[in-house]
Structures are given as structure tokens and as C-alpha cells.
């Protein structure tokens, strides 16, 4: 079998007396969807954090591409591949979308686009910011400031401003959260349509598209990982059923 491109293994943190990440260990491979889900509480956002590098682990390893990022900050994960999208807070209302993607490309190429003539660099970085639009069917919008797309839209830049960075895998944190049914159906497809190019970590609580979507399913409850599956065997087991979708849900 072909090495997993994200190895976690015996990771743990304790928020005072509690074990938030109690001994977790799951891998994913590149290409793949892996979502990890668990009722409130369960550590999935702790879990992101320390994957992303904004949160240390007590013990444990976070192998990424075959070299151990523990140590690493958070940019220098990112420079590996390893990206987080973040949530509408980071898309800057009074530029352009092309713009929020553009600053995006820049931020990931540093001092490189400085050596080219103006209008060069303005186009090398304006191409790949309308690319990464596009791959979130955004293109159309390309010159609509950011504060005037609507919520879904706001979700879909965020996505293309994680895209933009070139990553090899993608924390995505409830990506679907305040979407109504449409946004959730488009963000869906456009996520759909990443699956093989880029491995994604999704936390979603919105199970109809968690299984819809997922290769594999991680279950965390009070910090640990109960079952790790393809999504039919994740339905069928009676421990995750009782613990987190309830009898009714997974009927
Ligand atoms: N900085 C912190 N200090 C102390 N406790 C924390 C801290 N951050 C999170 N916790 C606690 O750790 C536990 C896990 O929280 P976390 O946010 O990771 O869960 P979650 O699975 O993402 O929940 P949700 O689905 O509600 O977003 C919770 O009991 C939470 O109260």
C-alpha cells in the first residue's frame, strides 16, 4: 500500500483534568476524503488546531509527506502542503475576490514575483488567483468585492484562498456551517470536484453530505477515535450509532 500522506498517531492534549485528544492515531492518504466527526465536544477542532500547528500536542506524531511536522509552526507546515482554510474572517471585505485570491498566491510565492517587471508579476499572480476561482465556480465573480458575495460565496472564496496556497491536503473546519440548502448543495459538488486532486481533513457536523462525500469517516468521542471506516460500515456500527448518530438518524 502506498504511504499515507497524513500519519497521526498516539496524539494527545489535555485541557486541564480533561483528555481532549486522548491517544489518537488515523493516517489519509493522499486524494482522499477523510472527514472526522463526533458530537459537540468531541476535540475535532482541537484536533485541527494541532494539526495546523497552532496547538502543541503533549505526546504523539504528525507525519506529513514522511517528515514529522510536530515541531514546525504553522507556516512552515503550510509551506509543505499542509493548509487550513479559514473561516469568513479571513477574506478581506473591501477587495475583490480575485484580489483575496491573488494576495493568497503571493503570500505562498514571497519575495519571487519581485523579480519580474510589474505587469508580469500583476499577471502571473492575477492567472493563478482567477484559476483557483474557477475551481470553486467563482469566476464569474472574479471582480465582486468580497463583503458583497453572499454567505455561500464568502465559503467558496475561502475555499479558493485555501487553494491558492497549493496545498497537498486541506483541514477543512465545517466548511457547510450557516449554509442554507442550496449553498450546501453547490459547496458540496464544488468539494466533490476536488476529491483525487487534493486530500482533505473535513470536520462537518452535516451528515448528509459527510457521507455523501467521504472515502472515510473517523469517529471522536471524548477525545478518541472509535472507528475509522468507509462511510456503509461507519453507518452499520452499533457503537458509533449509540454514541453519536442516534438510532433514529442511522436507521
Ligand atoms: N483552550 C481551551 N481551554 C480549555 N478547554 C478547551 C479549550 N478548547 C477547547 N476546550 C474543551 O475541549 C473540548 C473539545 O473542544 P473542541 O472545540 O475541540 O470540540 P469539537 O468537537 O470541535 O466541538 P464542536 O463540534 O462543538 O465544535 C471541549 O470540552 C471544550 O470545552
Redesign the pocket.
Known amino acids: 500500500m502506498a504511504e499515507a500522506l497524513l500519519e497521526v498517531a498516539g496524539l494527545r492534549k489535555r485541557?486541564?483534568g480533561?483528555a481532549?485528544t486522548d491517544d489518537v492515531s488515523f493516517d489519509v492518504a493522499a486524494g482522499e476524503i477523510h472527514a472526522v466527526i463526533?458530537p459537540?465536544?468531541?476535540?475535532?477542532?482541537?484536533?485541527i488546531h494541532q494539526l495546523s500547528g497552532t496547538l502543541r500536542p503533549e505526546a504523539g506524531s504528525i507525519r506529513f509527506g514522511g517528515r514529522e511536522v510536530v515541531g514546525m509552526g504553522m507556516a512552515r507546515r503550510a509551506r509543505l502542503g499542509l493548509a487550513r482554510s479559514f473561516q469568513i474572517t479571513s477574506v478581506l471585505p473591501g477587495f475583490s475576490a480575485l484580489e483575496n485570491a491573488a494576495l493568497a498566491v503571493q503570500a505562498r510565492c514571497g519575495s519571487s514575483f519581485r523579480f519580474l517587471r510589474m505587469a508580469a508579476a500583476e499577471r502571473g499572480l492575477n492567472d493563478e488567483a482567477m484559476a483557483a476561482l474557477e475551481q470553486v465556480g467563482l469566476g464569474a465573480r472574479a471582480g465582486v468585492m468580497a463583503g458583497r458575495l453572499s454567505h455561500g460565496e464568502k465559503r467558496q472564496l475561502e475555499l479558493a484562498i485555501a487553494l491558492a496556497m497549493r496545498p497537498r491536503l486541506l483541514l477543512l473546519d465545517e466548511p457547510l456551517a450557516g449554509a442554507g440548502p442550496e449553498e450546501t448543495e453547490r459547496l458540496v459538488g464544488i468539494l466533490r470536484g476536488l476529491r483525487g486532486q487534493y486530500a482533505i481533513l473535513l470536520v462537518e457536523?452535516d451528515m448528509q453530505a459527510v457521507f455523501a462525500l467521504a472515502d472515510r469517516i473517523s469517529v471522536?468521542v471524548y477525545g478518541r477515535v472509535i472507528a475509522t471506516d468507509v462511510p456503509a460500515v461507519i453507518r452499520a456500527n452499533a457503537e458509533v450509532r449509540a454514541a453519536y448518530l442516534g438510532e433514529d438518524e442511522a436507521a
Open positions: 485541557f486541564g480533561l481532549v463526533g459537540n465536544g468531541a476535540g475535532k477542532t482541537t484536533l457536523h471522536l
